[in-house]
């Protein structure tokens, strides 16, 4: 099982081109029902000897201990994507975990801010420095074209088509998309490119060079993105539990909120599914009511 276990994760970072944070969600959850396994049973189970009873056992001591219902769903995908690779490489005929329901979401409404909100936390860094531009044109890219925080650090300069306003997004699974970027977004992108340090080793990569580097003149993390946001959050008084992916939520939002069909919205994204982009009419219908409830004389 361990030897299984480790030829799984080679193949997603090899072939899917997995990031590291996912193959190391995938390490832990894999190796997590291992350990379990070992301390109950006593024993290393084989891929194909591991059965749906002892999976449903292993996702009641998941309950039993108190974790989250959307950490046991991922456990249990991990498991399912583990098995359909072990079934193509022939070390396993089934999937013991495909039985296995998920447990029933609480659904939560994502964290969305403001127009207001927004133009604070825009206006946040300082646009004396080569830092505040390049934060601001981080900030103004993520809002104006709604990427995950992966698919902004992953921006190359071949990515940006100037003339057009557009960008190359790599989203989940390689799949790419176009997606328009704003005027706002396009100044500071330009202001930040005329101003931007690079590494030596970065800059013979010519178009192929990151957008958006660090101080150093390297490619930046998502966690360098993440405590960039923290830093101008604090600064411009803003919620703390905003997170990069929130930006993302807020794209969605304003453009639901201002007439746009939920179709177009899914493609902006990079959704697969369609309902993955419904919980956004969710999050605009909380607005509309809102709206009613303050404007309406007799909505109380």
């Known amino acids: 099982m361990r030897s299984a276990i480790a030829q799984f994760l080679r193949y997603l970072a090899t072939e899917r081109n997995a990031s590291d ?21 006593g024993k290393t189970p084989r891929p194909e000897s591991l059965s749906p009873q002892e999976l449903r056992s292993f996702q009641a001591a998941l309950q039993e201990a108190g974790y989250a219902r959307t950490t046991i769903s991922r456990k249990l995908a991990s498991l399912r994507s583990f098995y359909r690779f072990a079934i193509r490489q022939g070390l396993a005929s089934d999937n013991p975990a495909k039985p ?31 830092a505040g531009l390049r934060d601001r044109a981080i ?19 071949r990515d940006l088509v100037e003339s057009e306003q557009i960008i190359r997004v790599r989203g989940k699974g390689r799949k790419e998309r176009i ?17 931007r340090v690079r ?32 830093k101008h959050i604090a600064a411009a008084g803003l919620d703390s539990r905003i997170s990069p992916h929130s930006l993302r939520h807020s794209f969605a939002t304003h453009l639901l909120d201002r007439g746009a069909d939920i179709r177009s919205v899914q493609e902006l994204l990079g959704h ?12 605009s219908t909380a607005n509309l009511r809102q709206v009613y409830e303050v404007a309406h004389p007799r909505a109380r």
């Not at 296995?100 to 604070?120: A, C, D, F, H």
């Open 21 to 41: 944070l996912t193959i190391k969600a995938y390490r832990e959850d894999l190796f997590g029902l291992l350990d379990w396994l070992e301390s109950t049973y």
């Open 100 to 130: 296995l329901r998920n447990p029933r979401q609480q659904r939560k409404l994502p964290l969305v801010l403001s127009t207001s909100e927004i133009g604070r936390l825009l206006a946040a860094p300082p646009a004396n420095e080569v």
């Open 139 to 157: 900030l103004e890219t993520m809002y104006s074209a709604g990427l995950r925080v992966s698919e902004l650090v992953a921006l190359r300069d």
């Open 179 to 195: 997606s328009p970027l704003g005027s706002y977004a396009m100044r500071a992108i330009r202001r930040y490119r005329r101003k």
């Open 199 to 230: 590494h030596p080793e970065t800059e013979a990569l010519g178009s192929n060079a990151s957008v958006f580097v660090n101080r150093f003149g390297r490619i930046l993390t998502t966690r360098s993105v993440g405590r960039m946001l923290e």
């Open 272 to 283: 697969k599914s369609l309902a993955t982009t419904q919980i956004y009419t969710h999050v």
